[in-house]
């Protein structure tokens, strides 16, 4: 079964600092997301990569940056965070060159910034 | 840019009613569709997709989905609910090459009183 695994459930840091949110998966999937999930707005696509050291931008990528050096790694960084970024955080990842097939989530981080 | 629109954000049902939540899309072209779920406390989980072939889609937990190609419609159907089918339901699609990442809904709330 695959295993997207985030971090951190829960963090909580301060307007300005640079976080990082980590993600990793165990199945060698080729393509990696991560998502914002809000109250109202479903999820929203940030970030996206298809293969290692590549990665595209997503519906609201302002504020973030991603990095992925290894194919089981993906990092989002959110450079100097500021309130409006307090949201839960999903990975997922998916198998393929093709980006249409089924998504496996990871658990979730709710970032809280104060 | 495609778009996703689910009718209902908020559906209050009994156990043994019948359930059927509304999903449309913008998109014109191929596409693929996934309904996903995300019980209280739990990651998203694929609960059916839909990429050709028949229509009527069959998932796990006894739903089952309609792509209905003229009216850009894919709901979601359970002819009986249970209690433990209380959670957070998303309607998603891609466009068959998967160029623009997966375009979710904002996600209907179900909660099934017993």
């Known amino acids: 079964d695959v295993k997207v695994t985030q971090s951190s459930r829960y963090l909580v840091k301060r307007t300005g600092e640079k976080v990082f949110l980590e993600c990793v998966q165990d199945m060698d999937h080729e393509n990696m997301f991560w998502y914002r999930q809000d109250p109202g707005l479903g999820l929203r696509l940030i970030y996206f990569?298809?293969?290692?050291?590549?990665?595209e931008k997503g519906d609201i990528p302002e504020g973030y940056s991603v990095s992925r050096e290894k194919k089981e790694r993906f990092s989002l960084i959110l450079e100097s965070a500021s309130t409006n970024q307090t949201s839960m955080y999903l990975c997922a990842s998916s198998k393929g060159r093709n980006l249409n097939q089924p998504q496996h989530f990871g658990d979730g981080t709710r970032l809280s910034i104060l | 840019a495609q778009s996703v629109s689910q009718h209902n954000h908020h559906v209050i049902l009994s156990e043994a009613a019948s359930l059927e939540l509304g999903c449309n899309y913008s998109y014109g072209g191929t596409v693929n569709l996934f309904w996903y779920v995300q019980y209280p406390g739990q990651h998203l989980q694929l609960l059916l997709k839909?990429?050709?072939?028949?229509?009527l889609v069959k998932g796990i937990k006894g739903f089952e989905a309609e792509f209905i190609k003229s009216k850009f419609s894919f709901n979601l159907r359970k002819p009986s609910v249970q209690w433990s089918d209380t959670a957070e339901y998303f309607c998603a699609v891609i466009r068959g090459g998967g160029a623009d990442g997966l375009t979710f809904g904002k996600g209907t709330h179900l909660i099934i009183q017993p």
């Open positions: 990569s298809y293969d290692v050291k590549m990665k």
């Open positions: 839909y990429f050709s072939g028949d229509p």
